[in-house]
């Protein structure tokens, strides 16, 4: 009979993922690359603006095998490039390391989507991953308006301060919605990403449609202008249609 410390102990396999969708192909999740995406189940934050609120939960009972999705790869050696690990918060899983390990196993390049929340657990899997599309939500200061949770800011400058530390490939990226990132906001945000030393930055138009917060749905961010970033000499890149979800 197992006692709590061999519980407790228990390495965490790719088996244990908790997946809650897969996507064989897209272009658009790891720039220029062919990818297939998995989505893991699960995040503690409560963005208002969230789009995939169904992976919100950390359990399902339509949880999809991580032996059916390594066979649907295993199919797709030589057509694809990368697999994209993607949530809800991918991180929040420990059997990620794992999953991450067989992938690159089998040949394929690994990318990641996080907004950051465990540090720790990031810095293991950073040597295993090839590209992260890094969700930058507000400065510090801010992260609670958008995430619902205390001292999200300060888990999520970490993570991003290792990302840069890395040298991995990244992207951070930012979705706007003026009613909780206005432009002193978001100033604020690209000035503190500037001086961490960022290159990469993608900012985004919120697609209201879905958001989880219904005040956030039903308002119109259709006719809201492109952000200026004032007082800041910064290189970012605005898309005012869909490029990634969060
Ligand atoms: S936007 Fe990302 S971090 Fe925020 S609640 Fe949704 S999945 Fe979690």
């Known amino acids: 009979m197992q006692n709590a410390n061999s519980i407790q102990n228990k390495e965490p396999k790719a088996n244990d993922l908790v997946i809650g969708g897969f996507t064989p ?27 995939n609120t169904e992976l919100l939960p950390r359990k399902t009972g339509n949880a999809i095998a991580w032996k059916s999705v390594i066979e649907k790869l ?10 994209v690990f993607s949530g809800g918060e991918p991180t929040l899983q ?18 990641l989507h996080s907004a950051g929340m465990y540090p720790a657990r990031l810095k293991k899997i950073l040597p295993l991953i090839d590209w992260i599309g890094f969700d930058i939500k507000a400065a510090k200061q801010d992260y609670e308006i958008i995430t619902g949770v205390k001292n999200s800011g300060e888990k999520a400058w970490e993570s991003a301060r290792l990302v840069i530390q890395s040298g991995i490939d990244y ?13 002193e906001r978001l100033t604020a945000l690209a000035r503190e990403l500037s001086a961490l030393g960022a290159r990469k930055y993608v ?16 308002t119109s961010v259709e006719n809201s202008a492109p952000p200026v970033l004032e007082g ?15």
């Open 25 to 51: 192909l897209t272009t658009i999740d790891y720039p220029g690359q062919l990818s297939a995406v998995i989505f893991l189940q699960g995040c503690p934050w409560r963005c208002g603006y969230c789009q």
């Open 74 to 83: 295993e199919k797709r050696r030589g057509l694809l490039d990368a697999v």
């Open 232 to 246: 800041i000499d910064f290189q970012f890149e605005y898309l005012s249609h869909r490029g990634f979800e969060f």
């Open 171 to 183: 992207e951070f990226r930012t979705t706007v919605h003026p009613h909780i990132l206005n432009s």
């Open 203 to 218: 900012i985004q138009k919120c697609n209201t449609s879905h958001c989880l917060d219904a005040e956030l749905k039903t």
């Open 94 to 111: 420990p059997a990620l390391l794992p999953a991450l390990q067989e992938i690159r196993d089998m040949g394929f390049k690994t990318g």
